[in-house]
């Protein structure tokens, strides 16, 4: 006893650390294998099971488990490697071979168990329809390829279930329609090989043995034709093609799920033909590698496994009453209770490629919150801890695809993250995660309404205009951030006019921060700010022009570019042919743009082009007089000499008069200003953006 502990021990190893973790493991299967000599029974077969179980193992965390009950376990061979895993086991199985159920009976797993001296496994005779253990007992419930067996597979997972504790998982390895049509070839070359071994004992004038109880199958020539074309169906169908349409990963999920009581963990397949092949191959040279390399055997357990193989799928559940996730606070517990149970709630899963932290996202679930009692979950394809620390109290989960290097390589995951949160809606935003958002709605056959939300202009490169049209052919709602850009999204797909709306965007000047976060501006003159990346569209070079004209009039005018780009190294060179290093100021990347907007006496936006233009808002709500291009949203943001001022793009002598005439008459720019205030509030401010996105939410499912 006092060994198999230490064993146990063993396996609490940290997760980062797989290579650890591994070498443990392996040295527990040594151990195995030194008192095995029921391992003659089928000594290939234990080999696949090992890579199965460290598949298994990896994907789904099975240490710290007091009890664990094993369903249909056949031979034995899980059992010993759970038997380290826990203080107790408990395998279940029939007491006597079945044909039709394909069980060995409980004798060669009790044969089995005590080969190898474990005493903390109780072996029990029982069917998976009648569990004759008591509700909540257990901390882990597993099963592999038993359900396809089971006659009545609804009462056994209602089994299942109800013998899982609060806390605890149910594991259900079963098999996908792939594996069943891999079976296929397979059979029919065993059939042929039985039919030469037949007809070479009746020509020698020798009677074939008797078949042994339980091993499945008959040996007899005649009764060969009764299997022949389809091979042997298991115990809960009628035929072969039955069972083939019963395999899929869709009805295992709904078989597991159906009750409403128990949620979706994850689900792991892959369906993808080459994966058979591969699997087979892989396993058989891991066999054919039995102790001459161990770390060969751990790379090719990786490479096919159950995870991977696409012969399997595994179907980890737990009770709903959990949660979706581990949230932060009593608060985010109480959220998700009334969220889970009021029943027109509604699960919506916003979807980016956000990474740092952010203010726009930040003040939007904060009203979401606040006003809403829909579950909202945050995925981004890109690593987001920061991103996440900052949201994780507003939202019921975060999820990223950090360990993807290629986009195209999180389609699984993203599948995957469909099929468990099984949303009523997807909000992507930006065109590359809709396109991505798309395609997992389509491999995961999700139902889930799509709303591709653009955050830009137009659509430019062949490769980029093919993910829009993915993504705006399964969108059910096409929102552009302003009424200019969604005229440019019916330009780009006419077809989905009936689709296309825009919703402004908001945001919140944070006046708790002060300024001592943003850089001390010169004391002297005007000072101008410009907030924009370094990026040839924003107007960078029309600014320049401008405030050399402005100098004439106004020497001690300054301007700064707060932001950073490709056109940094450029422009500084410009500014230094040009005698203005004193008069231009690069600043770089500020946090604290609301500690910039208190030091200047106005902010220019001379884009090019600009989808809507969230600086706009941002100078407004600090009541700073805006003058920026007539192009795109800023149109819609600025009402021209009432709440700001607008100029031709590409025109520096208008903006140079116009920054002219306002430096020189503050009364009228404080006036501006204080309209564009008075808009902003009644506009632009994220409340008012969170209540938009909600009123669409509302048109799209019902619910607010």
């Given at each position: 006893m006092q060994e198999s502990s230490t064993l146990r021990e063993t396996l609490v190893v940290d997760q980062a650390a797989p290579d650890e973790f591994?070498?443990?493991?392996?040295?527990?299967?040594?151990?195995?294998?030194?008192?095995?000599?029921?391992?003659?029974?089928?000594?290939?077969?234990?080999?696949?099971?090992?890579?199965?179980?460290?598949?298994?193992?990896?994907?789904?965390?099975?240490?710290?488990?007091?009890?664990?009950?094993?369903?249909?376990?056949?031979?034995?061979?899980?059992?010993?490697?759970?038997?380290?895993?826990?203080?107790?086991?408990?395998?279940?199985?029939?007491?006597?071979?079945?044909?039709?159920?394909?069980?060995?009976?409980?004798?060669?797993?009790?044969?089995?168990?005590?080969?190898?001296?474990?005493?903390?496994?109780?072996?029990?005779?029982?069917?998976?329809?009648?569990?004759?253990?008591?509700?909540?007992?257990?901390?882990?419930?597993?099963?592999?390829?038993?359900?396809?067996?089971?006659?009545d597979r609804s009462r056994a997972v209602r089994e299942m279930h109800r013998v899982l504790s609060p806390g605890g998982r149910n594991v259900c390895v079963v098999p996908t329609r792939i594996d069943r049509l891999v079976t296929l070839p397979w059979y029919h070359a065993y059939l042929a090989k039985r039919a030469v071994v037949h007809i070479g004992?009746?020509?020698?004038?020798?009677?074939?043995?008797?078949?042994?109880?339980?091993?499945?199958?008959?040996?007899?020539?005649?009764?060969?034709?009764?299997?022949?074309?389809?091979?042997?169906?298991?115990?809960?169908?009628?035929?072969?093609?039955?069972?083939?349409?019963?395999?899929?990963?869709?009805?295992?999920?709904?078989?597991?799920?159906?009750?409403?009581?128990?949620?979706?963990?994850?689900?792991?397949?892959?369906?993808?033909?080459?994966?058979?092949?591969?699997?087979?191959?892989?396993?058989?040279?891991?066999?054919?590698?039995?102790?001459?390399?161990?770390?060969?055997?751990?790379?090719?357990?990786?490479?096919?496994?159950?995870?991977?193989?696409?012969?399997?799928?595994?179907?980890?559940?737990?009770?709903?009453?959990?949660?979706?996730?581990?949230?932060?606070?009593?608060?985010?517990?109480?959220?998700?209770?009334?969220?889970?149970?009021?029943?027109?709630?509604?699960r919506i899963l916003h979807f980016m490629e956000q990474s740092g932290t952010s203010r726009y996202y930040d003040k939007l679930f904060r009203h979401f919150e606040k006003h809403s009692r829909n579950e909202f979950h945050v995925a981004s394809l890109r690593p987001a801890e920061a991103f996440f620390s900052q949201i994780r109290m507003h939202v019921s989960e975060t999820s990223s695809f950090e360990r993807h290097s290629r986009y195209y390589t999180a389609l699984r995951e993203m599948s995957s993250l469909l099929r468990r949160t099984r949303p009523d809606l997807l909000h992507a935003h930006e065109l590359i995660p809709a396109f991505y958002a798309a395609l997992a709605l389509i491999l995961s056959r999700s139902p889930a309404k799509l709303v591709y939300h653009r955050h830009h202009n137009r659509t430019l490169g062949m490769k980029l205009k093919f993910f829009d049209l993915i993504a705006s052919m399964r969108a059910t709602k096409i929102v552009a951030v302003s009424k200019a850009m969604s005229e440019v999204a019916v330009v780009e797909h006419p077809y989905a006019r009936n689709k296309v709306t825009f919703l402004h965007n908001g945001i919140d000047v944070d006046h708790d921060i002060q300024g001592s976060g943003a850089p001390e501006l010169p004391d002297q003159g005007a000072r101008i700010l410009l907030v924009a990346r370094l990026r040839p569209e924003k107007g960078h070079y029309v600014a320049l022009n401008a405030i050399e004209r402005v100098q004439a009039r106004l020497p001690k005018t300054t301007i700064a570019f707060a932001?950073?780009?490709?056109?940094?190294?450029?422009?500084?060179?410009?500014?230094?042919?040009?005698?203005?290093?004193?008069?231009?100021?690069?600043?770089?990347?500020?946090?604290?743009?609301?500690?910039?907007?208190?030091?200047?006496?106005?902010?220019?936006?001379?884009?090019?082009?600009?989808?809507?233009?969230?600086?706009?808002?941002?100078?407004?709500?600090?009541?700073?007089?805006?003058?920026?291009?007539r192009v795109g949203g800023l149109e819609e943001i600025i009402e021209h000499g009432r709440s700001g001022v607008l100029v031709k793009p590409s025109d520096p002598e208008e903006l140079a008069a116009q920054i002219s005439y306002y430096l020189e008459n503050p009364d009228e720019r404080r006036c501006l200003a204080a309209n564009g205030y008075q808009r902003y509030l009644e506009r632009f401010t994220s409340e008012k953006m969170a209540r938009n996105y909600l009123a669409l939410y509302e048109d799209m499912l019902g619910v607010a």
């Open positions: 591994e070498k443990r493991f392996l040295e527990i299967r040594r151990e195995v294998e030194s008192k095995l000599s029921a391992s003659e029974l089928w000594p290939h077969y234990f080999e696949i099971r090992h890579l199965d179980f460290l598949a298994l193992y990896r994907s789904v965390p099975l240490t710290g488990c007091a009890r664990i009950l094993e369903i249909g376990c056949g031979i034995g061979y899980w059992t010993a490697f759970l038997s380290k895993l826990a203080d107790e086991v408990v395998a279940v199985d029939l007491v006597n071979a079945d044909r039709d159920t394909h069980s060995p009976g409980l004798r060669i797993a009790d044969d089995f168990v005590k080969s190898l001296g474990i005493d903390n496994v109780t072996l029990c005779g029982a069917s998976a329809e009648q569990l004759p253990f008591a509700d909540k007992s257990f901390d882990l419930v597993i099963s592999n390829h038993v359900l396809e067996h089971v006659p004992r009746w020509l020698s004038g020798s009677r074939p043995p008797a078949s042994p109880p339980g091993t499945g199958g008959s040996t007899s020539g005649l009764s060969m034709l009764d299997e022949w074309p389809w091979p042997p169906t298991h115990g809960a169908f009628r035929n072969y093609l039955d069972e083939l349409r019963s395999w899929s990963c869709v009805r295992w999920r709904r078989l597991v799920t159906g009750d409403g009581e128990h949620q979706l963990l994850s689900q792991s397949s892959t369906m993808l033909i080459p994966f058979p092949l591969i699997d087979i191959l892989s396993r058989s040279i891991a066999v054919f590698l039995h102790r001459r390399s161990l770390n060969a055997q751990v790379f090719l357990g990786r490479l096919a496994g159950v995870r991977g193989a696409g012969l399997n799928t595994v179907v980890v559940t737990r009770p709903r009453e959990t949660g979706l996730s581990t949230p932060t606070s009593a608060r985010s517990l109480s959220r998700q209770a009334n969220k889970i149970s009021s029943t027109s709630a509604k932001g950073t780009g490709a056109l940094e190294a450029e422009l500084r060179q410009e500014v230094t042919s040009r005698n203005l290093t004193k008069t231009v100021l690069f600043l770089g990347h500020v946090d604290d743009v609301a500690g910039l907007l208190r030091q200047v006496e106005m902010v220019i936006v001379p884009s090019l082009s600009e989808p809507f233009g969230l600086v706009a808002i941002e100078a407004m709500a600090a009541e700073r007089l805006v003058i920026a291009s």
